[in-house]
């Protein structure tokens, strides 16, 4: 069966330190992949998404960046985080191929608190 | 731009009564909309989609949703809200915008807070 896992589930972590978040997907090869982030429980925001592996899209200019090392595999980092990184990430994928009718499906997410 | 409204930040509803979230899209081409539902503290949960055919479209847990194109919404329903049905609820649609190519990106609302009271 396809399924997709994101881990740590839960991170505190201090202002100015690394950050590692890491998503992988089962049952399927070549998916899309993306991570979103949700901030204050409401809207989603797309922070990157990947069509292969080493092809990585930015949405928007932050502080984050991705990699996609393996084909099933999605990660999320920051080399020094800020305040307003805190939020809840969620990594999401389509199996592939992909066609415009395909749903998007999302890990548990994982909650983030910079102090 | 593709992009999607929900207008209502929250909708209560007695249990047992009728529900509607309420979504209004803007696309350019067809549409192809989503419904997900997040409960506390948990990732989206899939519950339908409209790519083609029907206009009323059913999905998971007794919802169903109606596409209508001249109104350019996309409105979630159930005929008898349960209490467990209080979640928060977020309509999507594709971008396929002009250079986005088959990416797969969802764009999603702002989410509506269903709270079915009993």
């Known amino acids: 069966s396809q399924t997709i896992h994101q881990w740590p589930a839960t991170l505190v972590q201090p202002v100015g330190s690394p950050l590692s978040l890491e998503c992988t997907v089962e049952?399927?090869?070549?998916?899309?992949l993306y991570w979103y982030r949700q901030a204050a429980g409401r809207g989603l925001q797309l922070l990157f998404y990947s069509v292969g592996i080493g092809q990585i899209s930015s949405e928007v200019p932050q502080n984050l960046s991705a990699s996609r090392p393996q084909d099933r595999q999605f990660i999320l980092s920051s080399k020094k985080l800020l305040l307003s990184d805190s939020g809840f990430y969620l990594c999401?994928?389509?199996?592939?191929?992909?066609?415009?009718?395909?749903?998007?499906?999302f890990g548990e997410g994982s909650w983030l608190t910079v102090v | 731009a593709q992009s999607v409204a929900q207008p209502e930040d929250q909708v209560n509803v007695a249990e047992g009564n009728p529900l509607t979230v309420k979504c209004t899209y803007s696309?350019?081409?067809?549409?192809?909309l989503f419904w997900y539902v997040q409960y506390p503290n948990r990732g989206l949960q899939f519950l339908l989609k409209?790519?083609?055919?029907?206009?009323l479209v059913k999905g998971s847990y007794g919802f169903e949703a109606e596409f209508n194109k001249s109104q350019t919404s996309f409105h979630l329903k159930k005929p008898s809200a349960l209490v467990s049905d209080s979640a928060l609820y977020f309509c999507a649609v594709r971008d396929i915008g002009l250079g986005s190519g088959n990416t797969g990106k969802l764009i999603f609302g702002q989410g509506t807070t269903l709270q079915v009271k009993p």
């Open positions: 409209y790519i083609t055919g029907d206009n």
């Open positions: 696309v350019s081409g067809n549409p192809y």
């Open positions: 999401a994928w389509i199996p592939g191929p992909v066609t415009s009718g395909n749903t998007i499906y």
């Open positions: 049952g399927t090869s070549n998916p899309n």
